[in-house]
């Protein structure tokens, strides 16, 4: 069975009869599947609101931090994030709390198509929205009320064994083969503990990272593992997204990078766009399959 298979999956019907019993305020004259992916299931309520529904239990501490704290996390962010407006509580047709928000403009990177020259772009406010989130004054708010790194994203001794891993993964399945020696994965797994912290998001990838029509960065959703972590944990975007000319636009925009955030930040762009895709291969999404697979022949670019 797949990690990614749901416990519980809101169709239309559910969906419909979940808000309507919930938020009789709300008149739902349309509503689409907009999305899914491993731990939530998003409907468009009248092509402005997206409500998620969690689809696995393992997401629901994820869920219930993301409405205590995001409202209050948005306001010093200098990009657009989710910001629960109606709660939606646990009920004997749907027993997961799960929440709706104003939908934010802008596709997933995986499907934004963007050129060399967008990639670049992207950097300096890639890079002002990392700093913003890492800002001591922001730990200094959150941080008390956040778990300590809840999936172990800055553990190297136990990343770099899993990178390996998900990478013999897909080159068994022919998605991908490598060409060149990863010598830097000896390196990153002798790293030792850090004690860098700040707040994160936890799982910045392509799917959670958001570019409307001009290519602008437009908004960072799905905070479900958000916790207190070595800020090297939300650095993936610097190797899978962004070209290496953009990198250094990037690093001016956010601050210096030493050579273990960068190190950490690396193994863990090659494992997620692993993972995603093996994930878009097995759901047959073949636009996100195709962007994994370039993002992670671009994280080993140097």
């Known amino acids: 069975m797949p990690e990614w298979d749901p416990e519980a999956v809101v169709d239309e019907a559910l969906a419909r009869v979940l808000l309507a019993d919930q938020f009789p305020e709300l008149t739902v004259e349309r509503l689409r599947l907009l999305a899914e992916g491993w731990d939530n299931t998003v409907w468009l309520v009248n092509d402005r609101l997206v409500f998620r529904f969690p689809r696995r239990a393992i997401a629901l501490p994820g869920v219930e931090r993301e409405i205590a704290i995001l409202p209050s996390l948005a306001t010093r962010l200098p990009v657009a994030v989710p910001v629960p407006d109606f709660i939606g509580r646990p009920t ?29 772009a992207l950097a300096p406010a890639l890079g002002r929205f990392l700093r913003a989130l890492h800002a001591p004054a922001v730990l200094d708010a959150f941080g008390d009320g956040l778990p300590e790194d809840p999936n172990r994203r800055a553990d190297m001794a136990l990343r770099v064994p899993m990178t390996r891993r998900r990478l013999a993964e897909v080159e068994e399945h022919g998605l991908w083969r490598q060409s060149g020696a990863l010598a830097w994965l000896e390196a990153a797994e002798a790293l030792p503990p850090s004690s860098h912290r700040a707040v994160t998001h936890g799982d910045l990838h392509l799917r959670h990272l958001l570019a409307d029509e001009t290519g602008r960065l437009s ?18 975007a610097y190797w899978f997204a962004l070209p290496p000319d953009a990198r250094p636009a990037f690093e001016a925009a956010y601050g210096p990078l030493d050579q273990a955030a960068l190190l950490r930040a690396r193994v863990l762009a090659v494992f997620l766009c692993g993972a995603l895709a093996l994930y878009a291969a097995s759901e047959r999404m073949a636009n996100l399959e195709r962007e994994a697979v370039t993002s992670l022949e671009r994280s080993l670019r140097d």
């Open 92 to 120: 004997d047709a749907y027993p997961w709390p799960f929440f709706g928000a104003q939908l934010i403009p802008g596709n997933e990177l995986a499907g934004a198509s963007l050129t060399d020259a967008a990639r670049a």
């Open 219 to 236: 908004g960072v959703i799905d905070w479900g593992d958000m916790g207190r972590s070595d800020p090297a944990i939300d650095l993936p």
